[in-house]
């Protein structure tokens, strides 16, 4: 009984260690899970953070949310929350060149109602909307696991953009992040 617990044991053991080498000697450039922060939205009184799932190693699916700061008034968006899907061109896995095509679920200031003397204006209710677009940019990755992204894309609104002074939603970033 005893040698058979042990044998046990000592098989468990290297099986373990066999695991462990295993996920040691992964290439962390291809690795499936990315998270991403913008750096430029600060400029704006807003967030951006996302994350992208690599389907294999030309496409990936993603997701990515833009939220003003409590109390900042960014120019016209409030919010928007963005699914994407995204196709490399590069030779390594999932890097280099993109191209992109998402959705967006929007929240947009409401149309202005400015009064005579044009100094003055009324702002409506939120408008809430759907948008679809498309844009493209570059993403490189280290050894390491780092991310270094630029992106810009360009899309419409679908069913409300009459009650807003705006009809489309830009999405531009330079990112940096962390594949794992």
């Known amino acids: 009984m005893k040698k058979n617990f042990l044998l046990a044991m000592i098989l468990f053991a290297f099986y373990s260690v066999n695991a462990q080498n295993t996920k040691t000697n992964e290439d962390p450039s291809e690795r499936k899970n990315e998270i991403k922060l913008n750096l430029i939205s600060p400029l704006f009184g807003a967030v951006e953070g996302g994350y992208e799932r690599h389907l294999n190693k030309n496409s990936s699916v993603g997701i990515s949310a833009f939220i003003v700061y409590h109390g900042q008034k ?31 679920f929007t929240s947009i200031d409401g149309k202005k109602i400015y009064s005579a003397d044009r100094l003055t204006f009324t702002e409506n209710k939120d408008v809430y909307d759907v948008a679809l677009g ?11 696991g780092l991310v270094v992204e630029a992106n810009a894309g360009y899309g419409g609104l679908l069913f409300n953009a009459k009650q807003t002074d705006h009809e489309v939603v830009a999405k531009f970033g330079v990112s940096i992040g962390y594949r794992f």
């Open 134 to 144: 498309a844009g493209l940019g570059w993403k490189l990755i280290t050894k390491k």
């Open 74 to 104: 960014n120019e016209d968006m409030n919010y928007y929350i963005s699914p994407y899907y995204r196709y490399y061109f590069g030779k390594k896995y999932a890097s280099g060149f993109f191209v992109e095509g998402f959705g967006a």
